[in-house]
């Protein structure tokens, strides 16, 4: 897509705080972040919104996915069990759909949040 700042992201004409890439997917830090931790995952292939996605996708929606708990471990959001057996820490996962769900750039994407809170904008 001609316009699409992802898009641009991935072809390296914009540049990015890239935490992650592989030939599938590229993950990057959020420009402008609503908790201490956000990052994005996104495809490198352009695909408008989760509601597009057909089974042809599913490999890539499931690698989005997995890729988390690595993220977040790499990123100090992980879940730790702590000295008393209780967890800590931990991350949230949203994808948005269409403007009623909350979607702005229209590449899908999975936004990662974690850190300490409240977050900004999140309504939590």
């Known amino acids: 897509m001609d316009n699409c700042i992802f898009c641009k992201i ?9 935490v992650y890439e592989d030939e599938d997917v590229l993950a990057f830090k959020d420009i402008n972040p609503a908790a201490p931790v956000h990052l994005l995952v996104i495809p490198k292939r352009h ?24 993220l977040a471990k790499e990123n100090g959001i992980d879940v730790k069990i702590g000295a008393d057996g209780k967890p800590g ?3 949230k996962t949203l994808i948005n ?5 909350g979607q702005e750039v229209y590449h899908l994407h999975l936004h ?13």
Do not use: N
């Open 47 to 70: 695909v408008s919104t989760l509601s597009d996605c057909t089974e042809e996708h599913t490999a890539l929606l499931g690698k989005m996915l997995a890729l988390a708990p690595k």
């Open 89 to 91: 820490g931990g991350f």
């Open 112 to 124: 990662m949040y974690g850190g300490p809170r409240p977050w900004r904008g999140l309504g939590l």
């Open 97 to 101: 759909a269409g403007p009623d769900g």
């Open 10 to 18: 991935v072809a390296k004409q914009i540049p990015a705080a890239v």
